[in-house]
């Protein structure tokens, strides 16, 4: 088991790329951390710098905190897995495993015993004499998975080894590999741009753009709270309400968020109301997940939002309806929306239950 920590971490490539910009981030002993971010934000370089495959220009990579800078990657027993799987084609399932402890001079018998528990924690353990070629994807990946864990690393490193994968194959090897890693108790950070596999698997979520570090935290924390516009509006589906606000705080009775025309009235006795009220009297942004409102008729008593319809979409499990409120889009889950409607027309709104109301800050021209 391992820590990892980077302190003011940055990478220059030659060509003069900055693809990491001074990045500080801890993973603690045991912890899942995800990094997530869109193709070319840096996720990659941040990866490889942990495992010793390219150097940081600047700054240190610390694991269990020895300063690693230094160490060759054999070294800092670590362990990676790619999304190409690199298998050794011309041998079979069980040399594949057990390689890496081939390598390290282990007789054939305790290597044997060890590829034969790890094949069968996997679910592999009755294709251990057939070649790669031969096997499923989800097959390969666990080999390769296996041929990772088999050598006991204190650190796994993994890079999008879900996304050559078909969809249902990848939700499956999601669990999985969360449920082995935590099993086996071994750090790990894992590198992906699919959002669902972030919030599904972390212990927390690294989240990256352009080489910056913009939010760390558990999958609940960056989803219901994001530290910048940014997060806000890459994280979710639908993305997160937007609202521009004026805050007045009616001491203790309500807070208010005027919207323009119109006033979202958040009581006072709920915590979460609380964290835009000491911005009474500013303007600021304010993000709400589309669950945080409920859809009402629109001549429902007390304090309505007042939305006129633009359209609707409907996903099975869930019912959005896209509203102007003023000129501030909305999207809200209709799913707990005034029964019989034909959704067409406007719609009341009211603060839901569970509402997260955030003040969010930076970089909004960028999100
Ligand atoms: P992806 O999901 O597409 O792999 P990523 O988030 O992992 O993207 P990186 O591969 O870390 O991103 O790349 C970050 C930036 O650095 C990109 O702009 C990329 O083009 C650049 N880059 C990566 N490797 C090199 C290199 N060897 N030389 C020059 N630039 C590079």
Redesign the pocket.
Known sequence: MATVALKDVS?V???G????DNVNLDVNDGEFMV?L????????????MVAGL?DPTSGAVMIDGEYANDLTPRDRGIAMVFQDFALYPHMTVENNIGFPLKLAGMESTPREERVANVAGALGIGDVLGRRPSQLSGGQRQRVAMGRAIVRRPRLFLM??PLSNLDSGLRAELRAEISGLTRELGVTTLY???DQAEALTMADRVAI?RK?VLQDVGTPTQVYGRPATLYVAAFLGSPKMNLLEASVYVHLDRYVALNLGEQSLYLPWDDIRSRTVAHYHGERIVVGMRAEALTPVAPDAPGDVLQGRIRFLEHHGHESLAFLDVGATAVVVDEMGGPVGDTGTGSRGLRRGLGHVVQRLTGRSGEA
């Open positions: 990478k490539f030659p060509n790329t900055l693809a990491v990094l971010g869109p193709s070319g934000c840096g996720k990659s370089t941040v990866l490889r390219e890079d999008e590198v992906t741009h990256m080489g």
